[in-house]
């Protein structure tokens, strides 16, 4: 459809011209129609830029046209048929009854030929567009991969009123063929016979979806031009070699370890030399680093034989008696990541390969090694996405079943999520887990969803390791081309099942009868090979007892090794970040105060607060006034604490970037760190990016309305460098539910499974402000639940610092702009990382007692974890403790009753690592007998409750407890109804300042 409609809106100047310069006669022409019109049109088209490119008949028809033939009268016979008098020059021969029959029976065979030449250029188009759909793509010969094993209408030649006579007939190549090669006509029955081998053999390329002309053309040269799949011998030797390696890999696994689960490559053992192949022609164009994720099955293979993982390495890994060396819980070894630099023997070029681990969660790695790649092209300056590239493996279950495959690829061409195009390549079993194809999926291809980016999609029957070959030269060209995603669908099967002790036969019983019948790849191609001369057997022989040698070499090795090392399976190690002693262990050192001078206060302040030299709204010239106003007053709100906090870091060469949903302007209209052009489409402003000449960049971005995939860009583009803040802010705190998976697998327990440091922050706006149950709670308590301090606890002795590198990450709730301030230049002058979680607020991003004085943010200042009240407290009967903006509630209700003396406030504002020390010491200021209370704005089975109370008991002696106040238990975060919301909110209050 989209290539007719392009077709059609590129002719329209050319039916004018033909309207205009015919003076309609050719339009009036008895043959034309609304189809066959279409086909003049092109015709017309191809002769004004080369008259020789089109038939003789054709040559002749426009010639006379143009020189101002009537209707009926421009068309004569090719030279191949008799011409007849009412074709000649002269118009005023006689004509006999006879001869006028002659001329009616030579219009006919006319309209005939013409109808003729336009259906073959139909069905040209018809192999281009759908001939994938009966290509050979089954390796066994079972089933279609599209699902369907009709033949579409359209690919016959009934359909096109062809006969067997016309099969040894000529017919003009049009320009938007390479078939022909250098020859401008075929038969018909050539012409099938090219087209069957280009469209319908063991490739079937989808690409005329592809909005584009010039990326359908670059597609149709790849797959179209005669000769272009022939391999060298060289090259088909390095591709048997690769097929040996991959092969025997696999079965010398599963002779060692016959009960181990693997994930083994079997079926689709050509995986290997198709990433070897992508990885060379990459290099080759400039790609020096490579980004891979993909899923378990054939990891320990793409480790050992595409990154070069010491295999002795590998090996010790089906140890079962093996005790990691350093921290951490550790995981399977079919998760886990790697990084290495070597030098590509094809190329002579150093490259760089990063596998990032990920979990059993299967496509949640995709943002991920996306974001990394992002961060890489960052700081290695490559702006146009050349140098670094990613890598995506899926299960062809998953690519078509969940739902961030979509999300991920939606990044692909946003401007500050692009990459430059990814290389998928899609493991296509034909089957998932147990699932027949037919019953997990709606569209004819696992693949179709890459269809939305408007991606070539290159279907290829996995047991034609040549056929692969060629798809991946077409992939890693295009890649470096075009800068777009594109797909590879490798359509194999899975010789086990979806493990080595799974028995797939129970559910697939007849597609199993034929996989035990089928050879494997190796052996296939191997006698492809010696009979054409290409090898002999001595040669095969020779390759696998080399590289079974080097196996039996790395397991004797292997046997050697007591302990692992998380450390050799980073995916990208910090290199000289943190400070380690001579044994590499990490020397912990104190964080130092994070506040800056007032000079670069005073800087950022005012570029932040100063009209910009672009029209802006007038809302926004009120909001800057306002700023000015408390920049003079030395004051700052939340938008102002966190533009210093950015700002100085910027200044000082961090690189910060914040993305997420509307983040330009911020959810509440606050930020306002993108200013816009009132008059000049396109034109904005962004002060923080002006502070001085010599700052790092500055990245703000609204992204995509997706959370699991924006979340998982940004995870891991903070993974690739330490030296950057990188800040992902929910809409709404609530919507981080969406990237839970993201949350659980890779932020709160990265580095306990994969040794992987990140200082991701997440900003989630969260409070009770009677908005209903969406939008008020970001779910505080399932953070606290899978933090991994320990409840039963003091840490005694332990320092600050230890605590912050002992925890999984860090859970804050802060109610000053101060805090927020150190909060973030924390995360940079920490000597390691650690996520960081914020619940931020929503209503104290305008409330009047929500301001910081600048001499909190000045140096020797920092961020505190406890904020207690100032004041005498020698009459106090209760201290209140409570975290995030219920503190100015209660501080208002307080003073409203009166209760100033009686009773005390302390803020607890990092929750996690929970800041035992400084509890302590604050329990201890109040009289023995001072009631202790916990107050929060969540109900009970939310919010912090369940997560501090065992901690604060920790600190109180004797029979004195820690009470509750605030919403009882509810499965709802928050009512819908006003009235009911205020009811709780006063028994709340009532129930804190009861004495």
Request: proline share 5%; net charge negative.
């Amino acid at each position: 459809m989209y290539a007719v409609r392009g077709k059609l809106l590129r002719c329209i100047p050319v039916r004018h011209v033909l309207r205009t310069a015919f003076k309609s006669s050719a339009a009036a022409e008895p043959f034309l129609n609304g189809s066959s019109s279409t086909y003049v049109e092109d015709m017309y088209e191809s002769w004004r830029e080369d008259p020789s490119s089109v038939h003789k008949s054709w040559q002749i028809f426009f010639s006379r046209t143009e020189g101002g033939a009537g209707p009926g009268e421009a068309h004569v016979s090719a030279p191949n048929m008799p011409v007849y008098p009412m074709f000649a020059p002269s118009a005023a021969v006689p004509m006999t009854e006879a001869s006028a029959g002659d001329a009616i029976q030579s219009t006919r065979a006319g309209q005939s030929m013409i109808l003729k030449h336009h259906n073959f250029q139909r069905l040209l188009r018809a192999y281009q567009s759908s001939g994938h759909h009966i290509a050979k793509l089954d390796p066994l010969g079972i089933g279609s991969a599209d699902l369907d094993s009709t033949v579409p209408d359209i690919l016959t030649l009934e359909y096109y009123n062809f006969t067997k006579q016309d099969m040894d007939q000529y017919f003009q190549l049009p320009k938007y063929t390479y078939l022909g090669g250098d020859e401008r006509e075929l038969t018909l029955r050539e012409t099938i016979n090219r087209l069957e081998r280009v469209y319908s053999g063991s490739i079937g390329a989808e690409f005329m979806h592809m909005h584009d002309p010039g990326a359908r053309e670059y597609i149709r040269k790849w797959v179209e031009k005669p000769g272009i799949r022939n391999m060298t011998s060289e090259e088909k030797r390095i591709l048997l070699a690769r097929l040996v390696r991959s092969t025997r890999f696999e079965e010398y696994l599963a002779k060692k370890w016959p009960s181990e689960k693997r994930f083994g490559l079997e079926g689709c053992e050509v995986l290997i030399p198709a990433m070897k192949q992508i990885i060379d022609i990459a290099n080759s164009r400039g790609v020096d680093s490579f980004v891979i994720g993909m899923p378990h099955r054939g990891r320990l293979n793409v480790l050992a034989n595409v990154c070069r993982k010491e295999l002795e390495k590998l090996f010790n890994q089906f140890n079962p008696d093996l005790t990691p060396e350093d921290e951490g819980s550790g995981d399977v070894k079919y998760h886990l990541g790697m990084y290495h630099r070597r030098i590509n023997h094809l190329t002579n070029k150093e490259v760089e390969l990063s596998v990032v681990a990920n979990p059993s969660h299967l496509e949640a790695v995709n943002p991920v090694v996306c974001g990394k790649v992002r961060a890489t092209q960052f700081f290695n300056g490559d702006e146009a996405g050349q140098k670094t590239m990613a890598i995506l493996l899926h299960g062809d279950a998953a690519y078509s079943g969940q739902g961030v495959v979509y999300e991920t690829m939606h990044l692909s061409d946003l401007p500050s999520y692009t990459t430059g195009g990814t290389i998928h390549i899609v493991v296509n079993n034909q089957v998932g887990f147990t699932t027949d194809p037919r019953f997990s999926r709606s569209s004819p291809y696992c693949t179709d969803v890459a269809k939305v980016v408007n991606a070539p999609i290159l279907h290829v029957n996995a047991d034609d390791p040549e056929a692969v070959m060629h798809v991946c030269n077409v992939a890693a060209n295009w890649r470096a081309d075009w800068g777009k995603d594109v797909v590879i669908d490798l359509v194999c099967y899975r010789r086990n099942g979806h493990n080595e002790a799974d028995e797939p036969s129970f559910t697939q019983p007849l597609m199993y009868k034929r996989i035990r019948e089928l050879p494997n790849v190796l052996n296939k191609y191997a006698d492809q090979l010696v009979a054409e001369g290409t090898v002999c057997q001595a040669d095969i022989d020779e390759e696998i007892a080399a590289f079974d040698k080097i196996m039996n070499e790395a397991y004797q090795k292997s046997t050697a090794i007591t302990k692992m090392k998380l450390t050799d399976w980073l995916d990208s190690p910090w290199d000289h970040f943190f400070e380690c002693d001579a044994n590499k262990v990490p020397i912990l050192r104190e964080t130092p105060p994070t506040g800056i001078s007032d000079s670069v206060l005073k800087r950022i302040a005012e570029t932040f607060s100063a009209d910009p030299p672009i029209k802006v709204h007038p809302g926004i010239k009120r909001i800057l006034k306002g700023r000015t106003k408390m920049v003079e007053a030395q004051q700052a709100d939340w938008a102002l604490g966190e533009a210093l906090a950015i700002g100085s870091l910027l200044m000082e060469g961090y690189h910060v970037r914040l993305s997420g949903q509307d983040v330009e302007r911020g959810t509440f209209s606050h930020r306002h760190h993108v200013l816009h052009d009132q008059d000049v489409d396109g034109r904005v402003y962004n002060p923080l990016q002006n502070l001085s000449s010599s700052q790092q960049k500055y990245s703000v971005s609204n992204s995509s309305l997706s959370e699991f995939g924006v979340l998982g860009f940004e995870l891991g583009f903070s993974q690739h460098n330490p030296n950057s803040l990188v800040c992902w802010e929910a809409q709404f705190g609530d919507f981080f539910n969406t990237a839970q998976c993201i949350v659980d697998q890779f932020i709160s327990s990265g580095q306990d499974k994969w040794y992987r440091q990140s200082g991701l922050v997440m900003l989630l706006p969260h409070g009770m402000e009677g908005m209903g149950p969406e939008h008020s709670s970001a779910r505080m308590e399932r953070f606290l639940q899978m933090c991994n301090d320990k409840e039963d606890s003091k840490y005694e002795g332990v320092s600050a610092d230890q605590q912050l590198w002992d925890c999984n990450w860090q859970i804050m709730n802060i109610t000053t702009p101060a805090n927020m301030f150190h909060a973030l230049r924390r995360q940079m002058h920490m000597k390691f990382r650690k996520p960081l979680v914020v619940f931020t607020p929503k209503s104290l991003l305008r409330h009047p007692l929500a301001r910081s004085s600048f001499d909190e943010m000045t140096p020797g200042t920092s961020f505190k974890a406890i904020i207690p009240e100032d004041r005498d407290i020698s009459n106090t009967k209760k201290l209140i403790l409570c975290s995030g903006k219920v503190y100015y509630e209660i501080l208002e209700e307080r003073a409203n009753r009166g209760l100033e003396d009686s009773i005390a406030i302390t803020r607890i504002e990092q929750i996690n690592p929970f800041p035992h020390a400084l509890i302590d010491s604050e329990l201890n200021r109040y009289a023995p007998g001072t009631q202790i209370s916990w107050v929060q704005e969540e109900h009970k089975n939310a919010g912090a409750w369940t997560h501090v109370k065992p901690r604060l008991e920790n600190h109180l002696t004797g029979d004195i407890h820690c009470g509750y106040h605030g919403r009882e238990p509810a499965a709802s975060a928050a009512t819908g109804n006003k009235k009911l919301h205020k009811t709780e909110y006063k028994k709340m209050m009532d129930d804190s300042f009861a004495l």
